[in-house]
């Protein structure tokens, strides 16, 4: 016989009937509680898919000819848009990928007026140098350039000894390779601080010198010898 004490203890417990969710219940219920884990679980997978994509250069478009334009101010975008497109037209596919593409890299200063993008066109610069991404070189002042980073070689390909930081051999003016300087392409605009400026893209490269890298160790740019082939069609007929 059960004590007064259990009696008043239990008094109020009451049997629990059993619950039956229906399908839709149940699925309801199981998000409720994993919604998170879920969202979390998808994020970090497509952030891996776009991380490999990346590595592996899925989707992405690649060049098969570099250059890199050393400047005081960045070329405009429709004189950088052809030089790409002409430069393209005397190439050949390289990679494979069914088109001829040119990547033109500007490392501007910009007059020296803004620190912050001087230093940061420094760094893309030596990124590109280290990791030897461009091959053709469009400079402003090709002296400079290779005082301080003796990165070109000779036209004729041979290497600089070390300790020679001059430039001589080394560039060639656009003006004095007549496939440079027969080379269409057209005008630009753009607009600065609310007005409009044009002008002749041709001009405003004609005061540009082209040069090429040299290679002191295996590395070398992507396609060298496909490369090599371009150079031989630019400078051709060239006034050295």
Not at 118 to 124: G, L, N, Q, R, Y
Request: negative net charge; charged residues 20%; hydrophobic residues 40%.
């Amino acid at each position: 016989m059960a004590s007064e004490y259990l009696k008043w203890k239990y008094r109020d417990v009451q049997r629990r009937e059993t619950v039956v969710m229906t399908p839709a219940e149940k699925r309801k219920n199981w998000w409720h509680y994993h919604k998170w884990h879920v969202i979390i679980g998808l994020t970090l997978a497509v952030l891996c898919v776009y991380l490999l994509c990346q590595a592996l250069g899925v989707g992405q478009i690649r060049p098969d000819y570099q250059v890199a334009y050393v400047g005081t101010d960045a070329l405009p975008g429709d004189t950088a848009a052809a030089i790409e497109r002409t430069f393209a037209a005397l190439g050949e596919d390289l990679n494979g990928d069914g088109q001829v593409v040119v990547r033109l890299n500007q490392y501007a200063s910009t007059s020296g007026a803004d620190t912050g993008a001087a230093a940061s066109a420094e760094v893309t610069l030596m990124a590109d140098l280290l990791e030897c991404e461009s091959y053709f070189f469009l400079l402003e002042d090709p002296e400079w350039f290779q005082a301080n980073y003796h990165s070109l070689c000779r036209l004729d390909g041979s290497l600089p000894e070390d300790g020679d930081y001059s430039a001589d051999g080394i560039f060639l003016a656009w003006g004095d390779c007549p496939v440079l300087a027969g080379m269409e392409l057209g005008r630009y605009s753009y607009d600065l601080l609310g007005e409009t400026v044009e002008g002749d893209s041709g001009e405003l490269v004609s005061k540009l010198h082209l040069a090429r890298r040299g290679f002191w160790t295996e590395k070398t740019a992507a396609h060298p010898d496909g490369c090599a082939a371009l150079w031989e069609k630019l400078t051709e007929g060239a006034v050295s």
